[in-house]
């Protein structure tokens, strides 16, 4: 008997390492993890029965296919274990009626396993009539209890900034998705916070390490900041690697900035505009995270608990069903490499960074754990 997960990763820099910690704390012997772009989960699902997915991306309608991928997975009898990577930093003054259009549409019923961040989510879930488990974010917990010694010794200054300016650097088109004043007013204190950046910049002493958003153009970045000696625009690399860099984070409204805080780094919130959870950091990192939109600590064992006593097994010898996935899969990630050639999924690749390989299987943007 054999339990297949599917672990899609959108942002390798967001997700990758907390998601490899998730599959550890929840592997059982037989277990089958695979992590992979969500275009090749999305196409694997059509293949595969009694799948157990474990993130988000499931709900887009593709143009080759009539049903979406949690359509599939309902009716291959698989079990989604929905997280929203997004589901807690928003303007407060918005807040609550961001998280419900989220929701609204996304047709969840009570077959699903739905994580929420903190109680205010539990009880906007609640109002919509979705089951949901309040948990927090595994991420912030797994990923804190990595060794994030600093590079940098106490002697030298060294500063991370985090941007969060999507609605003005992305070559992704935006405006679709608010209406039209939600939309003006992301521009306005955007640009407000834009020219926040520059001048901090300015005054900053020492080496500054720019980590930008992954919705972000870093081509643009590189432009701004070329003539800038002490300014350096990180590669798409995995967080830790950034948050290893500097004794103190300047962010612009970012849910890094959480990170940093879990992981006992003094951060500052330069934005114009308040947000959920980050608004809610203390300047001590010694005390907890006290906010309605993210529990702290993290609830492991009613998270484990829910997923195992939920996941659905397989039917088929370990080997077998191993070696059948990895096939398609690479099959599904040759096709879309050819596709990437194109320039078609441009700015999925871009969010996608870069897939650091540490598995028992990797080839491609492929890992698989058994």
């Known amino acids: ?45 059509r293949i595969f029965k009694n799948i ?7 709900f887009e309608r593709s143009r080759f296919f009539k049903t979406t991928t949690v359509e599939e997975l309902r009716k291959k009898h698989g079990k989604l274990f929905y997280f929203d990577e997004e589901g807690g930093v928003y303007p407060i003054n918005d807040a609550e009626n961001i998280f419900n259009k989220r929701y609204k549409n996304k047709n969840l019923t009570v077959e699903d396993i739905v994580f ?32 994030i010694k600093s590079k940098t010794s106490n002697s030298e200054k060294a500063t991370l900034i985090l941007t969060n300016f999507s609605v003005i650097f992305s070559k992704n088109n935006f405006e679709k998705w608010f209406e039209k004043d939600v939309y003006s007013n992301f521009i306005s204190t955007a640009l407000k916070n834009a020219s926040k950046l520059l001048s901090l910049v300015n005054k900053l002493d020492g080496k500054i390490y720019i ?59 330069m934005a114009d505009g308040s947000y959920t959870i980050v608004n809610d950091i203390p300047e001590n990192t010694d005390h907890n995270l006290d906010s309605l939109w993210l529990n702290d600590p993290f609830d492991s064992e009613l998270f484990t608990r829910t997923i195992n006593d939920n996941a659905k097994d397989y039917v088929m010898h370990k080997f077998f069903l191993r070696n059948m996935v990895y096939f398609y899969a690479i099959i599904f990630e040759t096709i879309y490499k050819i596709i990437s050639l194109f320039g078609l999924r441009h700015y ?23």
């Open 52 to 58: 157990n997915w474990f993130g988000q991306n499931c």
């Open 1 to 45: 008997m054999s339990r297949l997960f599917f672990f899609p990763i959108e942002t390798c820099p967001r997700e990758l390492n907390y998601k490899r910690l998730v599959s550890k704390s929840i592997f059982k012997d037989g277990d089958i993890h695979i992590f992979a772009r969500p275009w090749v989960l999305q196409m694997l699902s």
């Open 116 to 147: 929420s961040w903190g109680t205010k989510q539990e009880e906007l879930l609640n109002n919509l009539k979705i089951r949901n488990f309040m948990v927090g974010h595994p991420k912030f917990i797994y990923s804190s209890l990595e060794n």
């Open 348 to 370: 999925q690749d871009e969010k996608f960074g870069e897939f650091n390989k540490n598995s028992n299987v990797s080839f491609f943007d492929i890992e698989i754990v058994s």
């Open 211 to 269: 980590r930008i958003h992954p919705s972000e153009d870093m081509k643009l970045y590189q432009k701004i900041f070329k003539k800038i000696n002490n300014v350096e625009i990180l590669p798409r690399e995995d967080l830790i690697q950034s948050l290893q860099r500097a004794n103190n984070v300047y962010h612009f409204n970012c849910t890094t900035a959480v990170d940093a805080f879990f992981h006992n780094i003094t951060v500052k919130n």
